[in-house]
């Protein structure tokens, strides 16, 4: 501040995250932004939280403070599935644990508060974008308020916050008062008393011309009643598209939370704007360990945002929506050259992708339908006709940057949507030859079709088909690669006997897993909603949900059907299964019986191109 001649700041930002100027690092992309714009932005990393003095080391801002819990929900970010405390943090340096308190939106707002009595708080990013209705806490297990209630914050953004933050800064630069503030697209506001919010029941909505205010079920309703809860969560779905969602309002007691209708997406024009802005890409000098998160992104390409896929169990559609917002080719290889030319850079991108590799300047055919349209997925339960599913502009960009000078390889390390790169063997085949090095991952998740249907995803012979195009794609460019299938247990409709089928299917296949993922049931998912309920809230069927935590163990347990160490409970499982003859030395057993074999090491794992 003192070398920029700086009296004071216009913003400051208070992030959970160590500070990394990167633009996959949300609060910086949105202090960039703002700074891009001409205000005064400061930004305090990972404060200490018993007291308000390290948050107030730059002193008051002129405009507002803005509150982010950092790129994770902080509870994620701390627990694991089975609630045991995580060993890393990889948003800190050297990965060091405690660097930030348990639900750090609420802490830093009141932080804020006193560091800074009568200024503007504004809550935004993953964590307060996610819990912003009304929502069930897995690590309490308990339906909370909306974040915004139990922070005391003034305002929230929600989604991508860059917009939003823009106008916030204009508004109270221009003389607006925060009260005065009630009318920004992805932003939340509280309603203090029934007179305020009771009115606005029957209202048209004033962005959405052929609808009314949403009022979703309360806090006290949903709190006690689960198909209440269901009921608000399908209501909320349908309300997520910027060009039809209206106007939400909750009310909690007397108070109600009044949600306006998302943020319009950016266009190519303004994709390219924000990632021209002039990121270090480096962490703060002053950390003397590494960033862990920094270190598997540093090297890679973000070249869209969004996804169309609408999986239940995922957050990025609500959090960054789903319209495809792409950058242009151009801008994607300015940052390449920029990339190439700093030191340390050794010519091999880690990724070129984004929330998927290969939705890549998809949208629909006709911008009026996409207006209208209130779909929650464009690829289930079938791809949509109206989606223009054209690889074409993705490889283009991916030879123009592989040709790039300076660049020795590209590889692609985000999930391939197996279901739409079946329609071009094309990518494929470049994928094969160009952007695999050794080793592709790609999420079938499960076997079982009912169960693929509650999560969303494309039927298990969608991934069969491609795994066998890919295998062929490998061979014809001479090279010996592998698929690396991720897998989730205890998702929802999945059962003890669906995921001893699974295992069976693997062991048939000969997959040995590496990585399996334990369901974690976070804020406002859909799949959350039938973990915690019993029912989908979309078609209003009973789900089944694995609820103790020794069950999502034994589950866990049946996938690593090949390491010893996970033999005692999967024959646990077989056992409560009534399934003892999968136990034993016979072809078909999935586990041998209990002895000596339990402590032997894992044996190889045997790679097979499938």
């Known amino acids: 501040m003192k070398a920029r001649g700086w009296d004071e700041l216009d913003v400051l930002i208070v992030t959970g995250d160590a500070y990394v100027d990167h633009p996959a690092f949300g609060p910086v992309l949105v202090a960039r932004f703002l700074e891009g714009r001409g205000f005064k932005v400061g930004v305090v990393a990972q404060p200490r939280w018993d007291s308000p003095d390290d948050i107030a080391r730059m002193g008051r801002p002129r405009l507002f403070v803005g509150v982010s819990a950092g790129n994770l929900d902080s509870m994620l970010n701390k627990l694991t599935a089975q609630k045991k405390v995580r060993s890393e943090d990889q948003y800190s340096p050297g990965g060091a644990a405690n660097m930030r308190p348990n639900r750090a939106s609420i802490v830093y707002a009141n932080l804020c508060r006193q560091a800074f009595p009568g200024l503007p708080v504004v809550l935004g990013d993953i964590e307060a974008s996610l819990r912003r209705i009304a929502h069930y806490d897995y690590w309490s297990d308990q339906v909370r308020r909306s974040i915004l209630l139990d922070a005391k914050a003034d305002l929230l953004v929600f989604g991508m916050g860059e917009r939003p933050a823009w106008e916030i800064a204009k508004r109270l630069a221009a003389g607006d008062h925060v009260s005065d503030l009630t009318d920004i697209r992805g932003t939340a506001h509280v309603k203090k008393n029934r007179r305020a919010w009771e009115p606005l029941l029957g209202q048209q909505s004033k962005f959405v011309t052929d609808g009314k205010v949403v009022v979703l079920p309360s806090y006290e309703e949903v709190s006690k009643d689960k198909q209440a809860f269901a009921k608000m969560s399908r209501a909320f779905q349908y309300e997520t598209n910027p060009h039809n969602g209206r106007p939400i309002l909750q009310p909690h007691g007397d108070e109600a939370v009044y949600f306006n209708s998302p943020a319009l ?24 360990a590494p960033i862990p998160a920094f270190e598997t992104v540093k090297h890679s390409i973000v070249t869209m945002r969004g996804c169309f896929g609408g999986c239940t169990f995922c957050s990025i559609t609500e959090h960054e929506g789903r319209i495809i917002q792409s950058r242009s080719e151009a801008s994607v290889l300015r940052e390449v050259r920029q990339l190439s030319r700093m ?37 289930h339960p079938g791809i949509c006709e109206n989606l223009v599913t ?61 169960v693929l249907d509650k999560m969303k995803k494309p039927p298990i012979k ?14 014809k460019a001479g090279k010996e690669q592998y698929l690396v299938p991720y897998f989730i247990t205890g998702h929802p409709g999945s059962t003890l006997v669906d995921t001893i089928e699974l295992a069976l299917y693997l062991k048939r296949n000969d997959m040995r897993p590496r990585q399996v993922q334990d369901f974690i049931p976070t804020p406002m998912a859909i799949a959350t909603t039938m973990f915690y309920t019993g029912i989908d809230p979309l078609t209003g069927e009973s789900v089944y949900s694995a609820r103790d935590l020794r069950e999502k163990r034994m589950m866990k347990a049946l996938i690593f059907w090949w390491d010893p160490q996970h033999w005692p409970l999967a024959r646990e499982a077989l056992a409560i299964a009534k399934r003892r003859d999968l136990i034993g030395r ?25």
């Open 265 to 288: 997406p950016l266009s190519e024009e303004e994709m390219d704007g924000l990632y021209d802005l002039p990121f270090a890409r480096a962490p703060h000098p002053s950390y003397k």
């Open 343 to 379: 030191q340390g850079f050794s010519g091999v991108l880690t990724d070129l992708g984004g929330p998927t590799a290969n939705m890549y300047k998809m949208a629909c055919k006709d911008e009026k339908i996409e207006n209208a349209c209130r779909r929650l997925s464009c690829v």
């Open 390 to 450: 054209d690889h074409g502009p993705l490889l283009s960009l991916m030879k123009a940057v592989r040709e790039e000078k300076g660049i020795k390889r590209v590889f692609i390390a985000s999930g391939v949507r197996y279901d739409l790169a079946e329609r071009s063997p094309e990518f494929i085949e470049d994928l094969a030859r160009h952007h695999t090095g050794g080793q592709l991952s790609v999420a079938p998740e499960h076997n079982d079709n009912a």
């Open 462 to 475: 969608s991934y069969e088909r491609f795994a066998q195009a890919f295998c062929q794609a490998s061979e």
């Open 586 to 610: 016979h072809p078909n057993a999935l586990i041998p019986p209990e002895g000596s074999a339990d402590r032997r090491a894992a044996p190889p794992q045997r790679r097979r191109r499938h």
